[in-house]
């Protein structure tokens, strides 16, 4: 003899059973997008369990920097002006960043402490400088 629960029944338990692993933590999301042209100087904090952030700055001096605090963090920052500056540091499991600049001055800071951390950086510029810092704990 074959035992055979009803439809609703299955689907029933194993909603059950997808979720007992899943009430444990309630999981956090912060996605931010800004786009500044011409404007101050851009500073985004984010401290969820997965953090995303993209600037598209476009301006005579542009200025971004971002800081992140999660377990999963990505950022990207494009910035196109006569200074660029981006700065952007990163505290979780899995890091990834990436930076574009064009202008006169090109100047950037990338600072990642995850497991795994990926990071890039492009810069079209008369005087480029950037600083990568990447550790595992």
């Keep these: 003899m074959k035992y055979r629960l009803p439809p609703t029944a299955s689907i029933a338990v194993l909603i059950v059973f997808c979720m007992q692993g899943s009430l444990a933590q309630a999981q956090t999301f912060d996605f931010k997008n800004v786009v500044s042209v011409n404007g101050p100087p851009v500073v985004v904090n984010q401290s969820s369990q997965f953090n995303m952030t993209g600037l598209f700055m476009v301006g005579g001096n542009t200025s971004g920097t971002v800081v992140q605090t999660g377990t999963t ?65």
């Design 73 to 137: 963090n990505a950022v990207g920052i494009l910035q196109f002006g006569g200074t660029t500056s981006a700065s952007i540091s990163q505290t979780g499991i899995f890091n990834s960043a990436s930076v574009g600049q064009t202008g006169q001055s090109a100047t950037s800071l990338l600072s990642q402490l995850g497991t795994m951390n990926a990071g890039s950086i492009a810069q079209f510029g008369t005087i480029n400088s950037s600083t990568v810092i990447q550790k595992s704990p």
